[in-house]
């Protein structure tokens, strides 16, 4: 029997609630100000400066110290609990990692400490840096979002799309999980350790039958990333791994995210772990190949930090200075719910069950709190966690988004003609009647 024993980089961002300050009692004249927009080039817009929004709460600051101390028994418990071999934990406030601790080693024999230095490999996390690559690329002209994805990759014309009134498929259905494409590609198992090639990923999608048509659906798709990374490739001109080191990492400093484990000191990085008929061992990761987009980059909590620093910095619109990598306006479209996944209403305030929004953004899990009545989902720009696993068919707990979730069974059971599914998040694929064939592993 194979257990998962899962190693965390984990980061979490604090945003205590904004109010705008006060108003000027009379609104000035409007002042014609030239701009450079994403997509539409340089223009003139009519702009009314409003004041910056501010926290309300005086003792914000004092609150947050407060609360800092008492992660480290969360994070303890958490892997006392869940048995887990290392843990690394950051807290990002104002822009800043205003904590970070690492618990456990990084090897189960070996030992070695874990601190925000340490790498680990953040799985599906990849998915938010090549969706970022792929707004970058659209604000430069390289990339129409909103285009035939098959203009830019043709071997996209190979699928096979269920209905002749379907729309062909578009970068953005892929951002946002809604292409219909299925959850994997169908490739045989790497031989020898050798990475999967572009070629075997192309044969792979020949003839593939997409699961419904674009736009209809959503349905978490690994294999939807794996071909952003070549339309990345196709359209940045270059390998999709330098593109997004290029666009995204080098320019936010994160010197300590890679694509090859051997890109680090073996001191710094960890090593996945399994549980073998009751024994816990050590495994080795997979390298860079034609899949990494969707999952194939190690990081640390130090550099996460950098990332979810930049994303909340695109909060609130202002007229500063906007010289990132990537401008503010299209960090908060990236943000925005696209697709609906699940809705689930509180309806008293004392239900078990909290209610809530959750859908697609583009590359990330986007969730909101409800009460008795729906409110607009806050993105998870501003908590961004995940459980690596190494190898990932050997997971005793079923990731199902960019985010990820808590211990569940393995996989689904068929139910008669219907999928019973136990995924933490669930896929499009168990949330009505589909034949049991088609439950996910």
């Given at each position: 029997m194979r257990r998962c024993i899962v190693q965390v980089p984990f980061i979490v961002a604090l945003g205590l609630g904004c109010a705008h300050g006060p108003r000027p009692a009379f609104a000035p004249a409007a002042a014609l100000v030239p701009v450079e927009?994403?997509?539409?080039?340089?223009?003139?817009?009519?702009?009314?400066?409003?004041?910056?929004?501010?926290?309300?709460?005086?003792?914000?600051?004092?609150?947050?110290?407060?609360?800092l101390p008492k992660l480290h028994d969360v994070a303890a418990k958490i892997v006392a609990d869940d048995r887990l071999i290392g843990l690394a934990v950051g807290v990002v406030v104002?822009?800043?990692?205003?904590?970070g601790e690492g618990f456990g080693v990084r090897h189960v024999d070996e030992g070695g400490t874990v601190d925000v230095h340490t790498a680990f490999r953040?799985?599906?996390?990849?998915?938010?840096?090549?969706?970022?690559?792929?707004?970058?690329?659209?604000?430069?002209?390289l990339l129409d979002l909103d285009a035939p994805a098959a203009k830019v990759l043709p071997e996209l014309d190979k699928l096979v799309y269920p209905n002749a009134d379907a729309r062909p498929l578009t970068v953005r259905d892929i951002l946002t999980h809604t292409a219909g494409l299925p959850r994997d590609p169908d490739l045989p198992l790497s031989v020898g350790g050798a990475p999967h090639t572009r070629e075997a990923v192309m044969q792979a999608i020949d003839g593939l039958s997409l699961l419904r048509p674009p736009g209809i659906g959503s349905e978490y798709s690994n294999l939807g990333f794996v071909?952003?990374?070549?339309?990345?490739?196709?359209?940045?001109?270059?390998?999709?791994?330098?593109?997004?080191?290029?666009?995204?990492?080098?320019?936010?400093?994160?010197?300590?995210?890679?694509?090859?484990?051997?890109?680090?000191?073996?001191?710094?990085?960890?090593?996945?772990?399994?549980?073998?008929?009751?024994?816990v061992v050590a495994t080795?990761?997979?390298?860079?190949?034609?899949?990494?987009?969707?999952?194939?980059?190690?990081?640390?909590?130090?550099?996460?930090?950098?990332?979810?620093?930049?994303?909340?910095?695109a909060w609130p619109p202002r007229g500063a200075a906007?010289?990132?990598?990537?401008?503010?306006?299209?960090?908060?479209?990236?943000?925005?719910?696209?697709?609906?996944?699940?809705?689930?209403?509180?309806?008293?305030a004392d239900e078990a069950a909290a209610g809530g929004v959750e859908g697609g953004a583009s590359g990330w899990a986007s969730r909101g709190a409800s009460a008795t009545t729906a409110r607009p989902p806050t993105s998870s720009a501003t908590t961004a966690r995940s459980r690596v696993t190494s190898p990932p068919s050997a997971c005793s707990r079923t990731p199902a988004s960019a985010s990820s979730c808590s211990a569940t069974p393995a996989g689904p059971t068929p139910t008669g003609s219907r999928c019973s599914c136990s995924a933490c998040s669930p896929t499009a694929a168990c949330s009505g009647p589909v034949p049991p064939s088609r439950c996910p592993s």
């Open positions: 927009t994403p997509r539409n080039g340089p223009v003139t817009l009519a702009v009314r400066e409003v004041p910056q929004a501010v926290f309300s709460d005086a003792k914000r600051a004092q609150k947050i110290a407060t609360v104002d822009g800043e990692l205003v904590f953040i799985g599906s996390i990849t998915k938010v840096f090549s969706g970022m690559t792929a707004l970058r690329l659209a604000d430069e002209g071909l952003l990374g070549h339309v990345i490739a196709a359209a940045g001109g270059k390998p999709f791994g330098d593109t997004i080191r290029d666009s995204i990492l080098q320019p936010l400093g994160m010197n300590e995210t890679v694509w090859e484990a051997t890109e680090l000191p073996a001191e710094r990085r960890t090593r996945g772990h399994v549980a073998v008929d009751g024994k080795n990761s997979g390298r860079h190949s034609a899949l990494s987009a969707a999952g194939g980059l190690w990081s640390t909590v130090a550099d996460l930090a950098r990332f979810v620093a930049f994303q909340l910095d906007d010289d990132g990598p990537i401008a503010r306006s299209t960090l908060r479209e990236a943000q925005r719910l696209r697709a609906l996944r699940s809705f689930r209403a509180r309806t008293t």
